[in-house]
C-alpha cells in the first residue's frame, strides 16, 4: 500500500497525461507498494479532478469480463471505472482521433438504469428488473500510461475508459433474449471483429451485477438513469483519424461513427 499523497501524485500524473496525450510510466513501476485498493482509490481521485473541471459522472464501465482477458492480465475478476458526461457520443458521431493517445474500439451493450440498484447479493434478475433499457454500444478504450501494464495501472486509469458511443434500438431488457445479441465490427468496409453477447461471463448483466456488489463494498451502488458498459464481447480494434466505423447488431440495430 502506498500513502495518500502518492496516491494524489498518480492520479495527477494520468491526469497530466490525459491533457498533453503522452502517456506515463505505469504507476506500479513509480510505485512497487501499490496495490488494487491503492488503484482504486487513485481512479477516485483522478475522477473527483475531471469533476472539479466540470465534468459529471453518468456512469460505470466494467472491464476484463472474458476469462481470455482476465488470464491476459493476470486478475480473476473483471475490474471497473465511471463513464463522464464529456466522453459520450451518439450514432452518427465525428470525432477527433487526437482526443486519444492510441485509441482502440470494443463492440459492447449499455444498460440504462431505471432504479437504484444497491448490494449486496445482487444476481443477474436484480439488474435485468432494475433495468429500463438495453441499446448497443461501442467502447473506445484509451491508455493513459505505458505498456505492459499491471492490473492496478488499468484501474488507476479509470479500466482504460476513453469514450463511450451509443446508438441502434432502445429496448426492453426481457424483450429479447440479451445474452444472444450479435454483433460485427467494420472499419473502412471491411470487418475486423464478430461476437455475441453471452461472451460476457455467460450473461450481460452477469457483470453488472457484480459491479453492483463491489460498489456496495465501498459505500456505493447505482443510480437511476446512469449507463453501465457491460463489457466487449469482441476483441479491441485499432482506430486512426480517417477511420470509418459500423457496428452491425442485426435485429437491435447498428451504431456509426467516424474519426477526424
Do not use: C
Request: no cysteine; glycine share 10%.
Amino acid at each position: 500500500m502506498i500513502t495518500e499523497e502518492q496516491r494524489q501524485a498518480a492520479a495527477d500524473a494520468i491526469l497530466k497525461a490525459e491533457t498533453e496525450r503522452k502517456p506515463i510510466m505505469q504507476p506500479s513501476k513509480t510505485y512497487p507498494d501499490l496495490d488494487i485498493e491503492d488503484a482504486y482509490r487513485i481512479q477516485a481521485l483522478w475522477a473527483q479532478s475531471r469533476i472539479s473541471r466540470g465534468a459529471r459522472i453518468v456512469g460505470h464501465k466494467i472491464g476484463l469480463t472474458s476469462r481470455a482477458m482476465q488470464m491476459a492480465s493476470k486478475m480473476t475478476e473483471p475490474d471497473y471505472g465511471v463513464i463522464l458526461d464529456d466522453a459520450l457520443y451518439n450514432d452518427g458521431a465525428q470525432i477527433k482521433a487526437d482526443l486519444f493517445i492510441k485509441p482502440r474500439l470494443e463492440v459492447e451493450l449499455a444498460f440504462i438504469m431505471g432504479e437504484d440498484l444497491s448490494g449486496p447479493g445482487i444476481q443477474i434478475y436484480d439488474v435485468m428488473r432494475a433495468t429500463e433499457f438495453v441499446v448497443p454500444a461501442l467502447e473506445i478504450i484509451d491508455y493513459r500510461t505505458e505498456v505492459p501494464r499491471a492490473i492496478t495501472d488499468t484501474i488507476a486509469d479509470n479500466a482504460a475508459f476513453g469514450a463511450i458511443v451509443v446508438g441502434g434500438r432502445v429496448i426492453r431488457p426481457m424483450d429479447i433474449d440479451i445474452r444472444w445479441v450479435g454483433a460485427t465490427l467494420s472499419k473502412n468496409g471491411i470487418i475486423e471483429e464478430s461476437g455475441v453477447s453471452a461472451a460476457i461471463m455467460g450473461h450481460p448483466a452477469a457483470g453488472i451485477a457484480w459491479l453492483v456488489n463491489k460498489l456496495h463494498a465501498v459505500g456505493s451502488g447505482l443510480r437511476k438513469g446512469q449507463i453501465v458498459l457491460a463489457g466487449s464481447f469482441t476483441r479491441p480494434v485499432d482506430i486512426a483519424a480517417g477511420d470509418v466505423i459500423q457496428a452491425d447488431y442485426g435485429p437491435v440495430g447498428s451504431i456509426g461513427v467516424s474519426f477526424l
